[in-house]
């Protein structure tokens, strides 16, 4: 793969390996302007790769070190995401400045790097995550385009095959014991969210990101059947 070295000085030193990957796009302009960001020390920010639309790979920091890519997140219990992960930007303009499909010099040269970071790392597929799913009340990269069943197929993540339950979509407000059941499968799925039996607004957040990740047709933050078959076949084969 083409690499570049453009080494940031936003990193420190990890607690012990990484076991999880987190994908981000870089929602700026243009790559010129992310990799401006990620190297200035003043703005405490970075991520260990950056993916170029054609394929073009930067390294900026060490795998072996700790990069500033999740900012506050969770996941399973743990909430130093960056601790334990290893993070990757994909050149993409965002929601904010013109969100567009990623291109597949992007994806196969990703494919390519995850192959490698997990020769290196053990990773299981479970832990290969969206900054949307450690930070769905704030974050919505790398959004509901890109394509994680493809990336599924080719060897990396999860994803589910699953039939949509009948029934009309939970929605905010609701209370119940499907919006308990709803609440506690996606914490146990790894999402930080408490099984109250109401449908507020951090379980809406924790829905949308979840239908970007694994229910893509709809972006809603609503639980449709879709979504929950989905989040059942997924806890049957996430560890």
Known sequence: MRTRELPSPNHDARAGAP???????????????????????AAKVSAHWMIDEDGGLVRLVPEARRAWHAGAAFWRGVRDINGVSVGIELVNPGHEFGYRPFPAPQIAALVELLGEIRSRWIIPD??????????????????????????????????????????????????????????????????????????????????????????????????????RASLLALLKISP
Request: hydrophobic share 40%; proline share 8%; aromatic share 6%.
């Open 126 to 227: 479970a832990r290969i995550l969206g900054h949307s799913d450690v930070a769905p009340r704030r974050k919505e990269d790398p959004g509901e385009l890109f394509p994680w069943e493809d990336l599924a197929k080719d060897g990396h993540g999860l994803w589910p095959r699953a039939r949509p339950a009948p029934g009309p979509p939970l929605k905010a407000g609701e209370e119940g014991a499907a919006v308990l059941a709803l609440q506690s499968g996606l914490a146990r799925l790894g999402y930080d969210l408490t099984a109250s039996g109401r449908y507020d607004e951090a379980t809406l957040a924790v829905v949308r990101a979840f239908q970007r990740h694994w229910a893509p047709g709809r972006i809603d933050g609503l639980a449709d059947g879709q979504a």
């Open 19 to 41: 076991d999880m990957i987190v994908l981000h796009y870089t929602g700026m302009p243009s790559a010129a302007a992310a990799l401006a960001r990620m190297t200035d020390a």
